[in-house]
Structure formats: C-alpha cells, structure tokens
C-alpha cells in the first residue's frame, strides 16, 4: 500500500523551462529523500531533510533545490531543465535510521 | 566513498528453482535493506536487515556486518519474481541510502 504519494506520475518539458515535482507522506516520518533514477537504472540520493537538517548530495547541480512546507511534505523544484535531467525521481521517507519506503516516481522527459 | 557491489549482475531461472543474490559494502552499514523494482515499476522494500536472519515469505536475507555482505535467498522461485533487486546500505553516522547497481532476475515458466 502507497503511503508516500508523489505527483504528477509523468512530466514532458522543454530545455530552461522550470519544474515541480510534489511528494507527501503519510507515514508520520521524520525524514524525507529525494532520489534520480538514470537511463540505467542506478538510484542516487540527491537530497534529505530532517528536522529542517537539508543534507545536499554534492554532485546535485544547483539549478535543483528541495521545499518542504511540513515534514510531510519534501517538493522537488528544478529551475531551468537541462537533457540530462531526464530520469525517474523517487520520493522517500522514513524515520531516521529506519526502513525506508518509496513513492512510484516523477518520470521527467526533457526535449 | 560508499560503495555497494551486487553479484551477479543478472540471473535467469526456470519456475521453482532457489535463487542467491549478493552484495558487499566497503564499509560499516548501521542500515541495510533489500528492494523489489518490476519493469517499469516502483521500488518495493522487501526486507530491512542491517545483521543477522531475517525471513518473511519465501524470502530470506542473511547479513554478516563484519564481513560487510549480505545475501538475499528466494525460493521456489515464480515467474512473477522477475525484475530488479537492489541491495542498498546506509553507512555509520549517515541515514541516506546508498544502491547497489542491481541484480536483474528472469523467471522462466
């Protein structure tokens, strides 16, 4: 059963156009992820946010930042789209140091 | 940095037959946990074992910490087991997961 809930399920935009991705848990968690899924399918973490602690994966271009309203709300924003920001993005959370779970993902196709 | 090695890269079975999948880590993980990805689909937690025996289902994972690996067993394996499992750890002092490139399992009938 889905209880990290991620919108919308598919995005198609043009390169410098600007984006957002909503995610929310119902969960009661503390912690929430952000993650890229490339072409082949490796997963990387980009960002977490705990307790207003933003943990910044260093490779994440700057054109990529995180909003959370609550801590059951962790929203992606990308600011001007790049190509090479096609991939799946993953939404998780947990409690801090505890299993964690994912929503089904935001695929952004950039032309 | 953190690196998650997972053996082998992909694995075809007949319907019924064990399957043995692995990982090994470079260093402590204080967290470790095995997920389920269908073609296409979402990522589903199948088992969180940071040490030790952990079983639910046909599934069993074996986590050895010092020896920094674990293993993930499915028996009687079904063609619905087809897909991508991904070991993923998080190191001591860290709670963000870091993935292991996959196993790629088919299930023949």
């Known amino acids: 059963e889905t209880a990290v809930f991620q919108t919308p399920n598919y995005h198609v935009t043009q390169v410098g156009n600007e984006v957002s991705f909503n995610c929310k848990q119902t969960l009661g968690h503390d912690t929430m992820y952000w993650y890229k899924q490339d072409s082949k399918k490796l997963l990387k973490i980009m960002f977490s946010?705990?307790?207003?602690?933003?943990?910044v994966n260093e490779t994440v271009p700057r054109r990529f930042s995180p909003q959370s309203s609550d801590k059951a709300h962790l929203n992606l924003r990308i600011k001007s789209v790049e190509p090479e920001d096609s991939a799946v993005y993953l939404c998780a959370s947990s409690r801090t140091g505890t299993e964690v779970f994912f929503g089904k993902g935001t695929r952004l196709t950039v032309v | 940095g953190q690196q998650v090695q997972q053996s082998p890269a992909s694995l075809v079975l007949q319907e019924g037959e064990n399957a043995e999948l692995q990982c090994n880590f470079s260093?402590?993980?204080?967290?470790l946990q095995w997920f389920y990805q269908s073609p296409g689909g979402s990522l589903v937690s199948l088992l969180s074992?940071?040490?030790g025996t952990k079983h639910t289902g046909r599934l069993t994972s074996t986590t050895v910490t010092k020896e920094r690996r674990s293993s993930l067993h499915i028996s009687s394996s079904q063609t619905t087991d087809s897909g991508t499992y991904l070991c993923?750890?998080?190191?001591?002092?860290?709670?963000?997961?870091?993935f292991g490139s996959g196993t790629q399992l088919t299930v023949m009938p």
């Open positions: 993923a750890i998080a190191a001591s002092g860290s709670w963000q997961l870091i």
């Open positions: 074992n940071p040490s």
């Open positions: 946010y705990n307790n207003k602690q933003l943990i």
């Open positions: 260093s402590t993980a204080t967290q």
